[in-house]
Antibody, heavy 115, light 110 residues
Framework: EVQLVESGGGLVQPGGSLRLSCAAS????????MHWVRQAPGKGLVWVSR????????SYADSVKGRFTISRDNAKNTLYLQMNSLRAEDTAVYYC????????WGQGTLVTVSS | QSALTQPASVSGSPGQSITISCTGT?????????VSWYQQHPGKAPKLMIY???KRPSGVSNRFSGSKSGNTASLTISGLQAEDEADYYC??????????FGTGTKVTVL
């Protein structure tokens, strides 16, 4: 069974940093692209970033480019999102999703940016 | 990276068919056959319903179907059931090697 478990969310002040993790199991992690997608409270889904299977290629939404970094450790079956210079508008539930089309999703982790 | 345009809400009676549209541009929906559709129930993670415009993942009911014409993709739900009441989002790959989601559509079963 495919499992994706996000962690690392919490309350952080504006300008602060946070690193999210997504632990993967039940499939060959190193064979799949992975995405981060976020959803602000009561709002729609917003694509954040993606990484290819070996980590050599990444892309980002304009709203996070230069502030967020996606990475992966295929030996640890874990996806990461390093978030720096956080803003109030980054407040959201962050989901990781498996595969080019996002065939499986985690339960999400809440990031709250507030003073 | 403007969001793809979806109707805010669509409703139908049980057993009816409804269609949700997803309008983009030639740089996203119209340019690639990489359109996906997701269903999201309140408080839950999204679930993939359609990928690559019209392909259904294993386990998804054949009442769900997808299509595309020009810059507009569509999701059709036939034989509407109470459990189909949820939010639906489209997404597309873009010419910038990024992805973009639609604005979301709330489906109500009357």
């Amino acid at each position: 069974e495919v499992q994706l478990v996000e962690s690392g969310g919490g309350l952080v002040q504006p300008g602060g940093s946070l690193r999210l993790s997504c632990a993967a199991s039940g499939f060959t992690f190193s064979s799949y692209w992975m995405h981060w997608v976020r959803q602000a409270p009561g709002k729609g889904l917003v694509w954040v970033s993606r990484i290819n299977s070996d980590g050599s290629s990444t892309s980002y939404a304009d709203s996070v480019k230069g502030r967020f970094t996606i990475s992966r450790d295929n030996a640890k079956n874990t996806l990461y999102l390093q978030m720096n210079s956080l803003r109030a508008e980054d407040t959201a539930v962050y989901y990781c999703a498996r595969g080019r089309s996002g065939g499986d999703w985690g339960q999400g982790t809440l990031v709250t940016v507030s003073s | 990276q403007s969001a793809l345009t979806q109707p805010a809400s669509v409703s139908g009676s049980p057993g009816q068919s409804i269609t949700i549209s997803c309008t983009g541009t030639s740089s996203d929906v119209g340019g690639y056959n990489y359109v996906s559709w997701y269903q999201q129930h309140p408080g839950k993670a999204p679930k993939l319903m359609i990928y690559d415009v019209s392909k259904r993942p294993s386990g998804v009911s054949n009442r769900f179907s997808g299509s595309k014409s020009g810059n507009t993709a569509s999701l059709t739900i036939s034989g509407l059931q109470a459990e189909d009441e949820a939010d639906y989002y489209c997404s597309s790959y873009t010419s910038s090697s990024t992805y973009v989601f639609g604005t979301g559509t709330k489906v109500t079963v009357l």
